[in-house]
Nanobody, 118 residues
C-alpha cells in the first residue's frame, strides 16, 4: 500500500516562505515521478511542480516559476516544495502525488493547507 503524507503547511504573511514535505512509503521511491498540486476554494486543482524519478528533470506551473522549488531526497523517500515570495493567491490545499508512468498520477496524499495573508 503506497502512502503519501504531506506536512509543513500553515499560515504565513505575503512575502514569506514555507517548505512542504511529502513522505512516501510502501514502494520503492525511485520508481516514482513526483508532483505537487494545489486547489483553492471554488477552483479546479492546479499543477504546481513536478520532478522525475531521478531528480534530473523539474517543471513548474507558470504561476510559481521563479518562486517555488521542488526537490527530492531518495534516502529519506521524501519530496519537498520550497515556496518563497508567497502571495495570497497561493492559498489552497496542497497535494503531493506520485506516478509510475506519465501522464496520470496514481497515488495522492491527503493534502496540507497553506494560507497566505495579505
Amino acid at each position: 500500500q503506497v502512502q503519501l503524507v504531506e506536512s509543513g503547511g500553515g499560515l504565513v504573511q505575503a512575502g514569506g516562505s514555507l517548505r512542504l514535505s511529502c513522505a512516501v512509503s510502501g514502494r520503492s521511491f525511485r520508481t516514482f515521478d513526483m508532483g505537487w498540486f494545489r486547489q483553492a476554494p471554488g477552483k479546479e486543482r492546479e499543477f504546481v511542480a513536478g520532478i522525475n524519478w531521478n531528480g534530473a528533470s523539474k517543471y513548474y506551473g507558470d504561476s510559481v516559476k521563479g518562486r517555488f522549488t521542488i526537490s527530492r531526497d531518495s534516502a529519506k523517500t521524501t519530496v519537498y516544495l520550497q515556496m518563497n515570495s508567497l502571495k495570497p493567491e497561493d492559498t489552497g490545499v496542497y497535494y503531493c502525488a506520485a506516478r509510475l508512468t506519465p501522464p496520470n498520477y496514481d497515488y495522492w496524499g491527503q493534502g496540507t493547507q497553506v494560507t497566505v495573508s495579505s
